[in-house]
């Protein structure tokens, strides 16, 4: 969403250049968040014009119920928030059905303890560092140490191969710090390669820089 969409072309090959691991599509629905953003035939639309993986963030009511109206599969990733569904397990379990990565989300008033129970269906969390809806807010402080909290139970748990991804204002500078609490996967926006600040293969360069 942070993409100029009269430009896309020319955003994917820079991606496919510096490869970029996944394309972060947020899907909003006016009822989860008060927002519209992208949907189905956007995903399907990308899938046709490259091979870099999608990584569909669902921000949407009951998210199970309408999994099928998206096309991912082996290699892609999708996020469900723990709020936005009273079958967590289910859509979960759905995703992974499919040969997708399955993470679950959660923003930022969300206790990590919500998942208790359900670490085993997840490939990784994915932590809200501002409330989802809009691209430009600043960061919650405490999504950082929600960052280190995860990390520590995926540790205790022994879970080594589960990761967390993080979401919301993650500048340059932010980055640094969301890396040190445990962050794996970042999710890029207008704070950082989408600032205008510098063209986007340089802003690229710097961030996997910054986040070593
Ligand atoms: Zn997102």
């Given at each position: 969403m942070c993409a100029d969409i009269l430009?896309?072309?020319?955003?994917?090959?820079i991606f496919e250049k510096t490869g970029i691991e996944y394309l972060h599509i947020d899907i909003m629905d006016g009822y989860f968040v008060p927002n519209f953003t992208l949907g189905t035939d956007y995903c399907k639309?990308?899938?046709?014009?490259?091979?870099i993986p999608l990584d569909i963030h669902l921000?949407?009511?009951s998210p199970e119920s309408k999994l099928d109206w998206f096309e991912f599969g082996e290699g892609d990733m999708v996020s469900v928030h723990a709020e936005s569904t009273d079958n967590l397990r289910e859509a979960l379990a759905a995703i992974g059905k499919r040969g997708a990565k399955a993470y679950a989300a959660l923003n930022p008033s969300t206790p990590v303890s919500s998942l208790d129970g359900i670490l085993d269906e997840i490939d990784g969390v994915l932590?809200?560092?501002v409330n989802p809806g809009f691209a430009g807010q600043k960061m919650i402080p405490s999504a950082l140490g929600k960052i280190t909290e995860m990390k520590r139970i995926f540790k205790e748990k022994g879970f080594t191969d589960k990761e967390i991804e993080v979401d919301g204002n993650v500048s340059f500078e932010n980055a640094v710090k969301m890396r040190e609490a445990g962050a794996d996967i970042f999710v890029a926006g207008t704070s950082s390669i989408f600032s205008n600040d510098l063209?986007?293969?340089?802003?690229?360069?710097k961030f996997r820089k910054v986040i070593g």
């Open positions: 430009k896309l072309s020319e955003t994917l090959r639309a990308l899938k046709k014009a490259t091979n921000m949407i009511n932590v809200m560092a063209p986007l293969e340089e802003g690229i360069a």
